[in-house]
């Protein structure tokens, strides 16, 4: 009796016990491809077929009837879509973040905008092709298409880290009404500044006759890119661009011409033009690591910070301690912590 009675005392315990934690239900990632009309006479040679990888919440198959705000999230430079899922788990996060209430269930896109010098810079190029247009209005009508979104502004946000941090910034000043809310992770190039435009390997850039000339130099390749986007020159030279530099007679000579397409095109530059279209947002985001590998972000950031607030834009701005690929993916992350949060409040489910 005494031996029935213990039993019965641990089995009442136990009972009482909670039940062990579960893993948050699983989103599938779907991986589709969006030939586009508008890249398809790009002068650079640029692949029109782009890889667009799409995050659906768990129960999408199940509720046939229910349609999801969208969230497009714009990769970095030398980044993609799949790297995005596959080696940063953005899609693991998601679930997480949605099963513990950091944000609703949404659908998010992420398109794969890696180019032959491994970034659009998300502008229109007369060299590239229009992605911009590509991004803010050709992808948003594939996607509308094919998967049951709300199809309306008050239902969209952009987001973006580095490269598609300032693709965040750039595209919800220059497509008014198109997105709800922004936020830019760490985003690059937000103000003209010195490393930026005057990169010590800009010789490599300058000498170089052909990609593989360029010898997989990471500023090299940024500055060919960086010029393919904002200053481009088709079917001249190389690389269809005018590089800031040049060979001279004797030595290196700047283009000014160039410094001043490449800073009229940062987003600090095209802010006193664009007020309105900011003004349409329901919320506006950015952030920065303190050390941040890349000098100019959080000299740049804060240059924003103080124009906006000059202006009288309603925005938050926030520096924290981390580096430039620190503290973004994860539960103690930015996106988890921050960037959901903001899009929970402001997006319209």
Not at 35 to 41: A, G, I, P, Y
Not at 45 to 74: C, I, M, T
Not at 152 to 176: D, I, Q, V, W
Not at 265 to 273: E, G, K, Q, V, W
Request: proline share 6%; charged share 15%.
């Amino acid at each position: 009796m005494r031996i029935l009675a213990s039993l019965l005392l641990v089995l009442a315990l136990l009972w009482r016990l909670p039940a062990t934690a579960q893993a948050p239900a699983s989103g599938r990632v779907v991986v589709t491809y969006l030939d586009s009309k508008l890249l398809r006479d790009n002068l650079g040679g640029e692949n029109p077929r782009r890889r667009v990888s799409v995050y659906l919440p768990a129960g999408y198959d199940a509720n046939a009837g229910q349609r999801y705000p969208v969230l497009y999230y714009l990769h970095g430079f030398s980044w993609s879509d799949s790297l995005l899922f596959h080696a940063d788990g953005l899609g693991t996060l998601l679930d997480q973040a949605i099963a513990e209430g950091q944000i609703r269930p949404l659908i998010v896109v992420a398109p794969n905008e890696q180019t032959l010098f491994q970034g659009s810079f998300y502008t229109n190029s007369a060299t590239n092709g229009p992605w911009a247009d590509f991004t803010a209005k050709e992808l948003v009508s594939f996607v509308d298409k094919n998967f049951r979104t709300l199809a309306r502004p008050s239902s969209r946000g952009l987001a973006g880290h580095s490269m598609g941090g300032n693709g965040t910034l750039r595209l919800a000043m220059e497509y008014p009404g198109a997105y709800a809310a922004a936020y830019a992770l760490s985003p690059g190039f937000v103000a003209p500044h010195p490393e930026w435009m005057a990169a010590r390997t800009s010789d490599l850039a300058s000498r170089a006759t052909s990609r593989a000339a360029l010898k997989n130099d990471f500023n090299a390749i940024r500055i060919v890119a960086t010029a393919r986007a904002f200053s481009p020159a088709p079917g001249k030279g190389a690389f269809g661009a005018a590089l800031p530099r040049f060979f001279g007679p004797d030595s290196l000579a700047r283009r000014d011409a160039v410094l001043a397409q490449w800073g009229a095109a940062s987003p600090l530059a095209l802010l006193p033009t664009h007020l309105a279209s900011l003004r349409l947002l329901r919320g506006l985001a950015f952030d920065w690591g303190e050390q941040d590998q890349f000098r100019h972000i959080p000299a740049a950031c804060r240059m924003l910070d103080v124009q906006l607030s000059a202006y009288g834009i309603p925005h938050s701005a926030e520096s924290y301690e981390g580096n430039h690929g620190s503290r973004i993916m994860g539960r103690d992350g930015r996106i988890y912590q921050k960037l959901l949060p903001f899009f929970n409040q402001h997006l319209q489910f």
